[in-house]
């Protein structure tokens, strides 16, 4: 970051959206509920970043820096959709699902089954408030530390945590027909929660 | 344990995030309290739900297949064709009746509109150059009054520098009669001694002449 700040290196830049894209595209998808729309926020997000990278300064962490850029997004983009009364549960009910289907992937019933339960989660998650949203998107699916999310969100970290137990409360109780369902499955599958390595 | 450990405890218990001392203490309690254990299985039932939403991909913007892509240039070759025919079946001549009459009505609107527009336009242009031909004359006003001050000033300069050149001349001019005053009263003093000293001899001539006789 600091090659495109001080140089406006262009190579460098285009390393740095490369490495954080996906994470950046997955946070916005997640607070907004909507994967075309995250993919727009994740570009936005670059924009404004490249926008103004004279703001960074290299004493915070780079990282803290981008999430609360994309996070800002995010929230701008809910305030719009929110005014403009667009920000419902019933957004992604179209004929293919929520997702693409893979041709190598699981059978079409498996699939179907999946996809029904990744709706649910989505639902519960756009169901969730933003402050519990943010906090459960950053630690379970971005795995941010706790410590972490505290800076992102300029907050301590007891209360990020506490948000977190009082998110889990609340989607527990969404997702109880979930939960049932993969209380039967042999073998749950593992959370997916990569550290980031800044 | 005696108390419960926290809400937060167990978040950092659930996510690894404490000591492996701490997080053996919180095991065992986990082991033997019932009410704990039974709501850490109500988090740990939330967090499993939320892997069902693995990473989100970008739905494919939709694309239609080729049969339907086929379905739909048919469907608008036979809107076109459909066009056409009604372009040239008889009912046309009628419709074409009534667009010429509805035409011409326009045709007449327009004209109007057009002619109302003309006097409209004439009118403020004529209030326009009224109100420029005021602002000009009082600009030529403000003008003319700058350019009278300006004159009287070069004029009163002119006069002062006349007046000076004046004074100077007179002054001189002064000076050459006081001079030529005194040169004049030098003159009549000798012309006055000369008359004197003339009238002596005479007087001594007129003595002498008379001496002989005596």
């Known amino acids: 970051m600091w090659r495109v700040r001080t140089d406006d290196d262009a190579e460098a830049f285009a390393q740095l959206v490369g490495r954080w894209q996906k994470p950046i595209q997955n946070l916005c998808t997640r607070m907004i509920g909507d994967p075309h729309r995250g993919e727009d926020l994740a570009q936005d997000t670059f924009a404004r970043l490249f926008a103004r990278r004279k703001n960074y300064e290299p004493t915070g962490k780079f990282s803290t820096f981008l999430w609360r850029m994309a996070l800002n997004i995010c929230y701008d983009e809910l305030r719009k959709l929110k005014r403009r009364g667009e920000f419902s549960l019933d957004e992604h009910d179209d004929d293919s699902g929520p997702f693409d289907l893979e041709a190598d992937g699981p059978a079409p019933d498996s699939q179907l089954v999946e996809d029904e339960r990744a709706e649910a989660v989505r639902r519960a998650l756009v169901e969730l408030a933003e402050p519990y949203r943010v906090v459960v998107v950053l630690r379970h699916y971005e795995g941010l530390k706790f410590r972490e999310i505290g800076d992102v969100l300029d907050i301590p970290e007891g209360t990020v945590k506490s948000r977190m137990s009082e998110a889990l409360s609340q989607l527990s109780r969404l997702l109880n027909p979930v939960i049932s369902e993969d209380s039967d499955q042999p073998n749950p599958r593992p959370r997916s929660n990569e550290r980031l390595l800044i | ?214």
Request: aromatic share 4%; proline share 4%.
């Open chain 2, 1 to 214: 344990m005696k108390t419960h450990p926290t809400p937060e405890e167990w978040m950092s218990f659930l996510y690894g995030e404490d000591s492996p001392a701490r997080h053996a203490e919180l095991g065992a309690h986990l082991h033997q309290c019932a009410e704990c254990r039974g709501q850490v299985q109500t988090w740990r039932g939330g967090m499993t739900a939320l892997d069902a939403w693995t990473e989100p991909q970008p739905r494919r913007r939709w694309a239609p297949a080729p049969a339907v892509r086929w379905a739909a240039a048919a469907a608008v070759i036979l809107g076109l064709g459909i066009g056409v025919g009604r372009i040239t079946s008889p009912a046309q001549a009628e419709m074409q009746q009534l667009t010429a009459a509805l035409r011409a009505e326009m045709d007449t609107k327009l004209a109007s509109a057009r002619e109302e527009f003309d006097r409209t336009l004439q009118q403020q242009q004529a209030e326009v150059a009224e109100v420029v031909q005021a602002a000009a004359i009082d600009a030529a006003g403000e003008e003319l009054e700058h350019l009278s001050a300006r004159i009287a000033n070069v004029i009163n300069q002119r006069r002062e520098a006349d007046q000076e050149t004046y004074l100077a001349a007179l002054k001189q001019m002064e000076e050459r009669y006081a001079t030529l005053r005194q040169d004049l009263d030098t003159v009549a003093v000798n012309a006055d001694d000369g008359l004197s000293q003339a009238r002596e001899q005479l007087i001594e001539l007129a003595a002498i002449k008379q001496s002989p006789s005596n």
